[in-house]
């Protein structure tokens, strides 16, 4: 009985064996990869570029007595952008400054009053030219990240060079009795910057960004005047 039961044992053992035996291989599956997550921490350096339209001014650079005689501005900008900004799950926070060359400008006719009267019985009238050469920005940047994109709001501290130069076509001429010392004025004139921006990450180190900014600049007295800007531009982080 005991040889009976042994060798029904070992039969079975043979055929489970063979049976094994039999069964397809099973393949090796590999380790999915994982799609890299896009950085933006890191310094940066770029350019920018693009077109500023607005209001100035040219008389607040002469002096803070007179009226205000705005007159309509737009043009060109290009130039550079330093800053640094880090990563934090989907939130970016940073600083950037830029400096940039403008050449926005307008142009009118302008009769200067004081109290909305003329300036002496014979008045004076000018051609006037107002323009913005140089504009610069320090600011802070927020942003979501949604992987390669960055949207953003920025604010921060301008400042503009703005100038102005008139012809005298009527009137007293420029500089009679110390009205106007002369006919041509530049400044540096402090301001705010604030706007919103998206940013495009197409390599790990390359980006492209395009922005609209507000820029406010003080001038004599209460005066003020802005530009609004949208710039492109192109950044490379380290």
Known sequence: MKKLIMGVALAAFSAATASAADLPMQSYKSTPVVAQVYNWTGMYVGVNGGYGWGTQDPLTLFSNRF??????ISGGMFGG??????QQGYVVLGIEGDLDWANIKGSGTSTP????????????????AAKTSAVGTARIRAGVA??????YATGGAAFVKSSASGTSIGGLACGT??????????SWRPGLAAGLGAEWGFAQNWSAKLEYLYIASMGSGISLDYINSVRAGINYRF
Do not use: E, H, K, Y
């Not at 009226?67 to 309509?72: A, E, H, I, L, T």
């Not at 952008?81 to 880090?86: S, Y």
């Not at 949604?146 to 949207?151: E, I, Q």
């Not at 110390?178 to 530049?186: D, K, L, M, Q, T």
């Open 67 to 72: 009226d205000r005689s705005p007159f309509s």
């Open 177 to 186: 009795l110390g009205v106007f010392p002369n006919c041509s004025a530049s």
């Open 81 to 86: 952008t330093i800053g640094a900004q880090i």
């Open 113 to 128: 009053t004081i109290g909305g009267g003329l300036l002496f019985p014979a008045g004076i009238a000018l051609n006037m």
């Open 146 to 151: 949604m992987n390669n994109w960055l949207f």
